[in-house]
T-cell receptor, first 115, second 115 residues
Framework: DQQVKQNSPSLSVQEGRISILNCDYTNSMFDYFLWYKKYPAEGPTFLISISSIKDKNEDGRFTVFLNKSAKHLSLHIVPSQPGDSAVYFCAASGVTQGGSEKLVFGKGTKLTVNP | EAGVAQSPRYKIIEKRQSVAFWCNPISGHATLYWYQQILGQGPKLLIQFQNNGVVDDSQLPKDRFSAERLKGVDSTLKIQPAKLEDSAVYLC?????????????FGPGTRLTVL
């Protein structure tokens, strides 16, 4: 049962344009959401997060939007740069079906920013 | 500040053999995590330690996987005997505490190939 879904395995955008990565979740107990970025042969690195009490969080070129009623969040990168090319993982935290609190990851979206 | 260290970076073994991975978390981080990331999937939590005690090992295949965190610092993850489906990247992460908003910092991972 996949509780965090990233339905787009890949996304390609031009440098300078906006990148929008999407994520859906099914567990209404999730109350904290994060985006991690992963380069090849490296571990994921934390990018930005948002609490369920907010609907937007911004950090420089990165903005995360949360729509609780739709159980949907998105990451906007503007303007996109070639160095942003990486795999982006959406993750959610909260009490899971097993009763414990843990971080649940989506499958990731590979972003390619073309010069 | 030094990051999370893991070794080895790569390991190739035959099925039914044993293997062990080592992790050294960021200094002062009380919580340590082991994740399994199968190709094309997001990281999946195997076990979480708070100091040297286990917080969550609900997704650890205990018939073949074991982990320990002696003295609440370094940790080892062992697989005995390995199966083909254990081929994956094993990621270690650490955080200051175990709250849902505590950022997890990941190591580079160990890529295991089981032949």
């Amino acid at each position: 049962d996949q509780q965090v879904k990233q339905n787009s395995p890949s996304l390609s955008v031009q440098e300078g344009r906006i990148s929008i990565l999407n994520c859906d979740y099914t567990n209404s107990m999730f109350d904290y959401f994060l985006w991690y970025k992963k380069y090849p042969a490296e571990g994921p690195t934390f990018l930005i997060s948002i609490s369920s009490i907010k609907d937007k969080n911004e950090d420089g070129r990165f903005t995360v939007f949360l729509n609780k009623s739709a159980k949907h969040l998105s990451l906007h990168i503007v303007p996109s740069q070639p160095g942003d090319s990486a795999v982006y993982f959406c993750a959610a935290s909260g009490v899971t079906q097993g009763g414990s609190e843990k971080l649940v990851f989506g499958k990731g979206t590979k972003l390619t920013v073309n010069p | 500040e030094a990051g999370v260290a893991q070794s080895p970076r790569y390991k190739i073994i035959e099925k039914r053999q044993s293997v062990a991975f080592w992790c050294n978390p960021i200094s002062g981080h009380a919580t340590l995590y082991w994740y399994q990331q199968i190709l094309g999937q997001g990281p999946k939590l195997l076990i979480q330690f708070q100091n040297n005690g286990v917080v969550d090992d609900s997704q650890l295949p205990k018939d073949r996987f074991s982990a320990e965190r002696l003295k609440g610092v370094d940790s080892t993850l062992k697989i005995q005997p390995a199966k083909l489906e254990d081929s994956a990247v094993y990621l270690c992460a650490s955080s200051l505490a175990s709250g849902s908003t505590d950022t997890q910092y990941f190591g580079p991972g160990t890529r295991l190939t089981v032949l």
